[in-house]
């Protein structure tokens, strides 16, 4: 990657996976980050059709896929790697977030403003949760992976330990079966658990165009969130894909796609 992995912070480390889908076009470059236990190979079918118009890069959060692994994971530094990201694609790009990718990408846009043009935030809250995920992580270490030569073996055991079917192959995309091994950090992830179901104390807000688009059937982004929202993001907007629940991308991803495209590609109002 050379020079174009230069840390913002002086010195060089290396970037975060990225899966670069389309060639550079007249549109402003789309950075996709994905959610607890995802990965941009999670997000391949809606940055493959968004490529149409744009380049769309997808990355793997650090402690995911095939990006760094490090002892922490807060918000300010998923931030960083997003903006070090951008800043090798020339310095501004729109930005999709699901999840914990989308508090990354709020923080992004909070910490770094200059780095986002125009935000999607997919079904989630600058604010803290009371739930914890950290089942999930219990569930992939009850998987014995000496046994496991493929994902659906995986499956099977992910399903006797309680996770929904939805999930287990969300879950098996993350497995280096070869390697015998998850993609995922699962130790420093439970550690971070804290860390990842809560958002940065802030008084900045970020004034440029937001779209947070959640699921109806979902719970994560509740009415008494808006207040909060608008504090942050002035100029928030915000949309529900009817018969979608948190993982709304792949539950209605034609939906999904074509609400992301309509605002990102809308004109900016003239003042």
């Given at each position: 990657?050379?020079?174009?992995?230069?840390?913002?912070?002086?010195?060089?480390?290396?970037?975060?996976?990225?899966?670069?889908?389309?060639?550079?076009?007249?549109?402003?470059?789309?950075?996709?980050?994905?959610?607890?236990?995802?990965?941009?190979?999670?997000?391949?079918?809606?940055?493959?059709?968004?490529?149409?118009?744009?380049?769309?890069?997808?990355?793997?959060?650090?402690?995911?896929?095939?990006?760094?692994?490090?002892?922490?994971?807060?918000y300010p530094?998923?931030?960083?790697?997003?903006?070090?990201?951008?800043?090798?694609?020339?310095?501004?790009?729109?930005?999709?977030?699901?999840?914990?990718?989308?508090?990354?990408?709020?923080?992004?846009?909070?910490?770094?403003?200059?780095?986002?043009?125009r935000l999607?935030?997919?079904?989630?809250?600058?604010?803290?949760?009371?739930?914890?995920?950290?089942?999930?992580?219990?569930?992939?270490?009850?998987?014995?992976?000496?046994?496991?030569?493929?994902?659906?073996?995986?499956?099977?055991?992910?399903?006797?330990?309680?996770?929904?079917?939805?999930?287990?192959?969300?879950?098996?995309?993350?497995?280096?079966?070869?390697?015998?091994?998850?993609?995922?950090?699962?130790?420093?992830?439970?550690?971070?658990?804290?860390?990842?179901?809560?958002?940065?104390?802030?008084?900045?807000?970020?004034q440029g165009?937001?779209?947070?688009?959640?699921?109806?059937?979902?719970?994560?982004?509740?009415?008494?969130?808006?207040?909060?929202?608008?504090?942050?993001?002035?100029?928030?907007?915000?949309?529900?894909?009817?018969?979608?629940?948190?993982?709304?991308?792949?539950?209605?991803?034609?939906?999904?796609?074509?609400?992301?495209?309509?605002?990102?590609?809308?004109?900016?109002?003239?003042?």
């Open positions: 990657m050379g020079v174009a992995s230069l840390c913002l912070r002086g010195y060089l480390d290396p970037m975060l996976n990225t899966i670069t889908h389309g060639t550079a076009t007249e549109r402003p470059p789309l950075l996709i980050a994905h959610g607890l236990y995802g990965s941009a190979r999670n997000w391949g079918v809606i940055a493959k059709r968004l490529s149409d118009e744009r380049q769309v890069v997808a990355v793997d959060m650090r402690n995911h896929g095939d990006s760094p692994r490090t002892d922490s994971h807060t530094e998923l931030a960083r790697d997003l903006a070090e990201v951008i800043a090798a694609h020339g310095g501004q790009m729109d930005v999709i977030g699901h999840s914990m990718g989308g508090k990354a990408a709020m923080t992004l846009a909070l910490n770094h403003p200059e780095a986002v043009r999607v935030v997919a079904d989630i809250a600058p604010v803290a949760y009371g739930h914890t995920q950290i089942q999930y992580i219990h569930a992939m270490r009850t998987v014995d992976l000496d046994t496991v030569e493929r994902r659906p073996e995986a499956a099977a055991q992910l399903a006797e330990a309680g996770v929904e079917p939805a999930l287990q192959s969300f879950f098996t995309q993350s497995l280096d079966i070869p390697n015998k091994r998850w993609k995922l950090n699962l130790d420093t992830l439970a550690d971070q658990m804290p860390n990842i179901m809560s958002f940065p104390e802030t008084d900045a807000a970020w165009p937001a779209l947070f688009l959640s699921g109806a059937n979902s719970d994560y982004v509740l009415p008494e969130h808006r207040d909060k929202i608008r504090a942050r993001f002035p100029a928030a907007r915000f949309a529900k894909l009817p018969g979608a629940g948190h993982w709304l991308h792949a539950e209605k991803p034609r939906e999904f796609e074509a609400a992301a495209r309509v605002f990102l590609n809308a004109q900016a109002p003239r003042a």
